[in-house]
């Protein structure tokens, strides 16, 4: 069985002129990444909570969970 397409040519557009393609994303898969980036984040905090001494300060622990959260964001949203 073979199937055949035919291509409908627009007369009125040069054939010259870009044909440009745009891709819209729905709200549904930005949700999808949030929901990935927050599991994965709070699994590194918990991760953190184990591993590190009790006996720190609170900021020495505070500041640690913070620049992990930049790591981990910097990996998620701006590393292509």
Known sequence: MVHRTSLIVNTHMPINDAISVQVTRS???WQ??????AAVYSLTI???DELLPKKWSSWVRISIKFCVFL???YLFLLNH
Do not use: K, L, M, R
């Open 27 to 29: 709200s549904e898969s």
């Open 71 to 73: 790591v981990v964001a």
């Open 46 to 48: 918990n991760i953190q």
């Open 32 to 37: 999808f990444f949030a929901f990935i980036f």
